[in-house]
């Protein structure tokens, strides 16, 4: 066997051995793998990074809605202090989803389904301003596109009888058209997108038993 030939078989037993050495310290990846599923009974034992709770430290779910020391983030604190449960980013959620029903509870005067939700004087000046489009016979077409923002604007709470008020501004669109008896169009367009901007109060007793908060004034 001559010596070129020596050498290549050389070279690839040391190729070889070398991808094999490489298998076994990386493995073998084929697209994208799954990662490993955690073991609930294993201790973690590895050193945690990222963010962590300091005792004492500033509230997050209350200073990135509100500005820190300001008289609204003191009122949600207090909230906090007596029910411990309140997360101010669970209850802006359920307020979005709140609008959206009530909104759409009006302008197809669905009432009876959000009166529960709605204060007395509220739900009066619903029926009332629904009870005014029927006298004239119009109907109201409209489809909810979204809220496109939504922020804490003011905040109140009496130590006294711990009753809080939130109030959210809603920016949201939809579309929304008003016909006649004959059906003619006498407001909007069924196909043009509107901007819809309210300020929404919502009240409630924090610690009582009764979880639901009341929409208690609106003001676009």
């Not at 109060?201 to 003001?219: C, E, H, I, S």
Request: a negative charge; proline letters at 5%.
């Amino acid at each position: 066997m001559n010596s070129p030939l020596i050498q290549l078989l050389v070279l690839a037993g040391i190729a070889i051995f070398l991808i094999l050495r490489l298998k076994s310290v990386l493995g073998t990846r084929e697209g994208f793998e799954k990662p490993p599923l955690p073991n609930p009974g294993a201790k973690d034992t590895a050193p945690r990074r990222g963010f962590e709770v300091i005792e004492g430290g500033p509230d997050h779910d209350i200073i990135d809605h509100v500005a820190k020391d300001s008289e609204d983030a003191k009122a949600l604190a207090a909230m906090k202090r007596v029910e411990p449960d309140f997360n101010v980013a669970d209850f802006m959620q359920g307020a979005r989803g709140a609008y959206e029903m009530i909104l759409m509870g009006f302008e197809r005067g669905n009432l009876d389904d959000i009166k529960p939700f709605l204060a007395e004087d509220v739900f009066q000046a619903f029926v009332d301003g629904v009870a005014a489009r029927e006298d004239k016979g119009y109907t109201v077409e409209a489809e909810f596109i979204g809220v496109r923002e939504l922020s804490v604007q003011n905040v109140t709470f009496d130590k006294d009888s711990n009753r809080a008020e939130i109030t959210m501004r809603f920016v949201a669109e939809m579309t929304s058209v008003v016909r006649d008896k004959g059906g003619d169009i006498v407001e909007g367009s069924p196909t043009a997108i509107k901007r819809q901007r309210d300020s929404w109060t919502f009240a409630r007793v924090m610690g009582a038993p009764d979880p639901n908060w009341q929409l208690v004034a609106t003001d676009a």
